[in-house]
T-cell receptor, first 111, second 116 residues
């Protein structure tokens, strides 16, 4: 059974810092990996989707990398802003429509 | 706005009540999903419907009963719930995925359910 772990569970940084969120998964036979953002009490917003054949994806200040063989992904946020404060979720897709989520990293960016 | 709406946004119910959660998608998708998000636990997949057929029931207790009358609407009927069922219930939709193809899921804002 696929298990997804995100470290750290919570992170507080001053505005302007570059930061890295980590995601690891136990079954490397994934088809893709997706990073989401969730604001308090809200649904999920997709940030980046990496196919299993890709190594990274970039969108603005966000860069996500995937090392499928080692079961790891990182989300890099450059020049963090208070508006980046949210919970970031990593999810992997295995065969059969199963999207398995990690527990999330709760990020607080202080002005 | 993701094109997926959920009602109600908040619901408080007693253990003997019967209520229903509603999800509607305006994206032309043909697969819909229910997820449960409890405090301090990862998001859990509950049910999957592809082309109105239930293709996944992730060992969910029978007090949760899904219904998908058409590809745009999804319901979750609730009866005799327990306090531990209190959670955020999220609906998502996508184009139907095959065994090896993932189509991006779009999530609604969720229904915050409290069971007293």
């Amino acid at each position: 059974k696929q298990e997804v772990t995100q470290i750290p569970a919570a992170l507080s940084v001053p505005e302007g810092e570059n930061l890295v969120l980590n995601c690891s998964f136990t079954d490397s036979a994934i088809y893709n990996l997706q990073w989401f953002r969730q604001d308090p009490g809200k649904g999920l917003t997709s940030l980046l989707l990496i196919q299993s054949s890709q190594r990274e994806q970039t969108s603005g200040r966000l860069n996500a990398s995937l090392d499928k063989s080692s079961g790891r992904s990182t989300l890099y946020i450059a020049a963090s802003q208070p508006g980046d404060s949210a919970t970031y979720l990593c999810a992997v897709f295995n065969a059969g429509n199963m999207l398995t989520f990690g527990g999330g990293t709760r990020l607080m960016v202080k002005p | 706005e993701t094109g997926v709406t959920q009602t109600p946004r908040h619901l408080v119910m007693g253990m003997t009540n019967k209520k229903s959660l509603k999800c509607e998608q305006h994206l032309g998708h043909n697969a819909m999903y229910w997820y449960k998000q409890s405090a301090k636990k990862p998001l859990e997949l509950m049910f999957v419907y592809n082309f109105k057929e239930q293709t996944e029931n992730n060992s969910v207790p029978s007090r949760f009963s899904p219904e998908c009358p058409n590809s745009s609407h999804l319901f979750l009927h609730l009866h005799t719930l327990q306090p531990e069922d209190s959670a955020l219930y999220l609906c998502a939709s996508s184009q139907a995925s095959t065994w090896e193809t993932y189509n991006e899921q779009f999530f609604g804002p969720g229904t915050r359910l409290t069971v007293l």
